[in-house]
């Protein structure tokens, strides 16, 4: 008898705690700041108004796509480097001209680009953990090439999706106030409000939505993804890419997604890419159709008509199983095969890009 009396108790202990646990995760994911606010049932209802691709309550990929599609990968014992990745200091253009183009890679999906005279900062993640929190999570295993004080004046800041590795909850408060204009999916415009970033500012776009800005023509592109920070209210935000011309310069930026036809709708829609920036990096086998493979990549670059480009994505964070220089290697060779120009600057090597053809160097080789 004393002995299910005692283990009856300890069920009940076991029941009470794990409810405690529940209501915190419960109440952190809906209250917590860095978490962010869902768009809310008035919104909601606007978004349903806005985008074809919203509906029963949340975003939908243009075709249907299933997220985890399998065995994971094997965990590789070369997750993370030995030794922390180095950072070049950046040589951001001082005196920029129209006509002008520079890439700077600040690590994982973070850049710093100058398209003539407008500074342009996308997805920029500063935090040491991409995480709602900052005891836990993936951490960074790269410099960081500058601080958030450091950083020129911002004209456009854009964000393609609500993800942790792409829209930095800290970083955001931080620069808010240097910020011009604000460009984002669809949805991830009610997360910025709640963060402060004033409304008369900020551009949400669906897909193929354009906006002008400083005589740079900025259109949303979509992507095979999805999105959430609260597991609990998948998709309510939307996410893609990015693509700009200034009228001398086309430029690129993939997003997260996997490999569909997008590449080929983007160069028959908007024209062929001289740079494009492309996801390589965080996939597997489990969710094949959200990441692409690095030979995906290659392929998106052919089929996107682009002359040269740069790999992003990587050399940061650690969110999968492959060692942290495999999607490199992988799409250096698969670029060597199909003739494709790919350039891999180092972590705050600003590429000027009449001079992109001297940014090829194999500096990962170096470490571990």
Not at 7 to 36: E, R
Not at 226 to 245: A, D, I, Q, V
Not at 262 to 281: H, I, K, N, T
Not at 289 to 317: K, N, R
């Amino acid at each position: 008898m004393k002995l299910l009396k005692c283990a009856g108790k300890a069920i009940l202990i076991i029941v009470v705690t794990l409810v405690i646990l529940a209501a915190i995760v419960f109440l952190f994911l809906n209250f917590s700041p860095s978490v962010g606010k869902a768009p809310g049932k008035s919104e909601r209802a606007e978004l349903e108004k806005r985008s074809k691709h919203y509906y029963d309550g949340k975003f939908h990929n243009e075709n249907a796509v299933t997220t985890m599609t399998g065995a994971a990968y094997p965990s590789s014992d070369r997750k993370i480097p030995k030794t922390l990745l180095r950072a070049k200091k950046p040589a951001l253009l001082t005196d920029p001209q129209p006509g002008d183009l520079s890439f700077t890679w600040l690590g994982h999906s973070s850049f710093f680009l100058q398209m003539g005279t407008t500074n342009i900062l996308v997805d920029p993640v500063f935090s040491v953990r991409s995480s709602p929190v900052q005891f836990a999570g993936p951490k960074r295993f790269s410099e960081l090439p500058l601080a958030a004080d450091e950083l020129p004046e911002i004209d456009v800041l854009f964000i393609s999706h609500d993800h942790y590795d792409h829209l930095d909850y800290n970083l955001i408060r931080e620069i808010k106030d240097r910020v011009g204009a604000v460009i984002v999916p669809l949805g991830v415009d009610s997360i910025l409000k709640g963060w402060g970033v004033d409304a008369e500012r900020i551009y949400a776009l669906d897909w193929w939505d354009n906006v002008e800005i400083g005589g740079i023509s900025f259109t949303l592109t979509p992507s095979q993804h999805f999105t959430g920070r609260n597991p609990l209210k998948g998709n309510s935000t939307l996410w893609g890419g990015l693509y700009l011309n200034d009228g001398v310069h086309r430029v690129y930026y993939t997003g997260d997604g996997g490999y569909n036809s997008v590449f080929d709708s983007v160069r028959e829609r908007l024209g062929a890419p001289e740079l494009m920036l492309a996801e390589c990096g965080q996939y597997d086998t489990a969710w094949a159709s959200i990441h692409m493979f690095p030979e995906e990549t290659v392929q998106a670059g052919i089929d996107a008509g682009a002359e040269w480009l740069i790999p992003v994505h990587w050399g940061s964070f650690s969110i999968c199983n492959h060692a942290w220089d495999d999607s490199i290697r992988r799409v250096t060779a698969a670029a060597k095969n199909r003739d494709l120009l790919l350039a891999t600057p180092q972590i705050g090597q600003t590429v000027v890009f009449s001079d992109i053809a001297s940014y090829t160097e194999h500096w990962w080789e170096a470490y571990d």
